[in-house]
């Protein structure tokens, strides 16, 4: 029986490895033996299973090792590191988290993935999924501890991010080891309700994040055998985390306006945090972009970033009319809602003024780097942590957990750069033409909405 052209497996032209970056056709992919005793690989050591390039195939078209067994993983040609099927099948974005150490990164990573999984299903009709549930395995300890946590009035604390560990691989390249820092993997697919659903192949998207330890950002921390931020070059969009706390213009600024721990004068565990200046992380991050994607000095980098400015619930009584409902609502006649642009460039605007006023060197930097940049206020827990009265470190309770915007940086880098998956709406002024959008209604010559699921 002829199988139709939907349910053929299709495969991209390219694939971009998602640990070393190397690009490279679908059949120069390894694949991983399965058979017990094929074990030892040349770049990854004794413990990892061989990778071979295949000579026979199933006739479910999988390659078969050298034991006679089917193998169903393959892996990098080269750095041997095994790639989700998905990211054969669907095109990849790459998306940098990066701040200064305890900038509050790995709160912000887990809950905008948690918030992510319930409400993009939910509201916008698009399944987000563990590509790769290995990888993600770190990430799922984080959501599990914050929001299944069965102990919901313990006071908890995520591990800082360290520069080795399960979030890192060791790979030999020729005569060195190099460590290559292993990415969260989502697929993001529309559902049948979706209006792009039947483009599913063209708009489906597998979502690559990084989160490195901010001590990766420090200057000289980039080398060969440790090329752990070279990601930077390839994202999509740059989300810097820039956290109030660790500055102390806005520790001045929220004296008597926050009750928030963190907001105090720095002292004993948190002197080497705090002497850290968060201009220098980005501007050498900013650096290793220019470096990595052959930049000149003068030239603005095409690709969006989105300033994070972490833990909103501690400063938040210096901008206190910015509004606290979510930056998308319900459109008449559509199953899916849609992201208000006015509300988040409303809110970028006024965040970038208080930035400019208190820290004006983080937005120069930015400003100097990028022609598209937003500003985004958020909170990983929507209020400050408590100080255990036995160890004297900072917590949160797990009941107590209520994230503000967390979703929005998100939501906004796949609205504006993932094109037909999320849409978004924003008013046209008095007497422009409102063209092809497909919701413009019959009150021509007034202000009105603009929606656009492109």
Not at 13 to 24: E, G, K, L, R, Y
Not at 30 to 58: C, M, N, T, Y
Not at 127 to 143: G, I, P, V
Not at 183 to 193: E, I, S, V
Request: charged fraction near 20%; charge should be neutral.
């Amino acid at each position: 029986m002829a199988v139709s052209d939907s349910n053929q497996l299709t495969l991209l032209a390219q694939v971009t490895c998602p640990h070393c970056w190397h690009v490279f056709a679908p059949e120069e992919s390894l694949w991983i033996s399965e058979h017990p005793d094929l074990v030892g690989d040349a770049k990854l050591g004794s413990d990892f299973a061989q990778r071979f390039l295949p000579s026979r195939f199933s006739v479910e078209g999988d390659a078969i090792d050298a034991a006679g067994y089917r193998a169903t993983r393959m892996a990098c040609p080269n750095c041997h590191l095994e790639i989700a099927r998905a990211a054969y099948q669907i095109p990849a974005l790459f998306y940098s988290i990066l701040g200064a150490p305890a900038c509050g990164k790995s709160y912000f990573l887990a809950s905008m993935t948690w918030r992510l999984r319930q409400l993009l299903p939910q509201y916008f009709q698009v399944t987000m999924n563990d590509a790769d549930a290995q990888s993600n395995a770190r990430l799922h300890q984080y959501e599990e501890q914050q929001f299944l946590n069965p102990d919901p009035d313990q006071l908890v604390s995520l591990a800082k991010t360290e520069t080795q560990g399960d979030l890192y691989d060791r790979v030999t390249m020729g005569d060195h080891s190099v460590t290559l820092p292993r990415p969260f993997l989502f697929t993001l697919q529309p559902t049948a309700r979706h209006p792009n659903y039947s483009r599913s192949r063209t708009v489906s998207r597998v979502v690559c994040l990084y989160d490195n330890a901010g001590e990766s950002f420090l200057p000289g921390a980039d080398t060969v055998s440790s090329p752990v931020t070279r990601h930077l070059a390839l994202s999509a969009c740059l989300f810097f985390c820039f956290d109030p706390t660790q500055d102390p213009r806005f520790r001045r600024a929220c004296e008597g306006k926050s009750t928030d721990p963190q907001m105090v004068a720095r002292a004993s565990r948190l002197d080497r945090e705090a002497s850290v200046r968060q201009d220098t992380i980005l501007l050498e991050a900013i650096q290793r972009v220019r470096r990595h994607a052959g930049l000149r000095e003068d030239q603005l980098h095409q690709r969006p970033m989105v300033i994070v400015v972490t833990k909103w619930d501690s400063w938040k009584n210096l901008l206190p009319d910015l509004p606290n409902d979510a930056p998308y609502f319900d459109i008449a006649g559509q199953p899916l809602r849609t992201l208000n642009l006015d509300r988040i460039r409303h809110v970028s605007d006024r965040l970038e003024s208080l930035l400019r006023t208190l820290c004006p060197e983080i937005v120069a930097a930015a400003q100097g780097f990028v022609q598209d940049l937003t500003f985004i206020p958020v909170s990983a827990t929507g209020r400050g942590p408590e100080r255990d009265p036995t160890t004297g470190s900072l917590g949160i309770r797990p009941r107590d957990i209520e994230p503000y915007w967390v979703e929005v940086p998100m939501l906004y880098a796949i609205s504006q750069w993932a094109r037909g998956l999320i849409g978004t709406q924003q008013m046209i002024p008095a007497g422009r033409n409102a063209g092809a959008s497909p919701l413009s209604g019959s009150n021509a010559g007034s202000d009105r909405p603009r929606s656009e699921n492109q």
